[in-house]
């Protein structure tokens, strides 16, 4: 019923861009909180960056300065800009959202199913 699609991934050489997009469909009357994760080969999934409702971010360490997350609560996409790309972020990057859901409306996570990034060095 909810679904996720991210788009914007690809091939990069070290120093360069890509701004990633992920929009939420369905029955959806509100959105706690959109995120991107990321998953290099060999490695654990490991949040990259969010961003709730209101407005309050976070991000990864190891990105700080360099990417940055947004959101566009009307059309329910959350977007990640990726400056200043190195070989140590290439890995698949996955979309989620936190999601009041009916009947009981408890909030649930769902996620998109990734889109490649490669950079190369």
């Known amino acids: 019923q909810v679904q996720l699609v991210e788009s914007g991934g690809g091939l990069v050489q070290a120093g360069g861009s890509l701004r990633l997009s992920c929009a939420a469909s369905?029955?959806?009357?509100?959105?706690?909180?959109m995120g991107w994760y990321r998953q290099a080969a060999g490695k654990q999934r490991e949040l990259v960056a969010s961003?709730?409702?209101?407005?309050?971010?976070n991000y990864a360490d190891s990105v700080k300065g360099r990417f940055t997350i947004s959101r566009d609560n009307a059309k329910n996409t959350v977007y990640l800009q990726m400056n200043n790309l190195t070989p140590e972020d290439t890995a698949v990057y996955y979309c989620?959202?936190?999601?009041?859901?009916?009947?009981?409306?408890?909030?649930?996570?769902?996620w998109g199913q990734g889109t490649q990034v490669t950079v190369s060095s």
């Open positions: 369905g029955s959806i009357f509100r959105i706690v909180a």
């Open positions: 961003e709730t409702r209101g407005g309050s971010t």
């Open positions: 989620n959202a936190q999601i009041p859901t009916p009947p009981a409306w408890d909030v649930r996570t769902y």
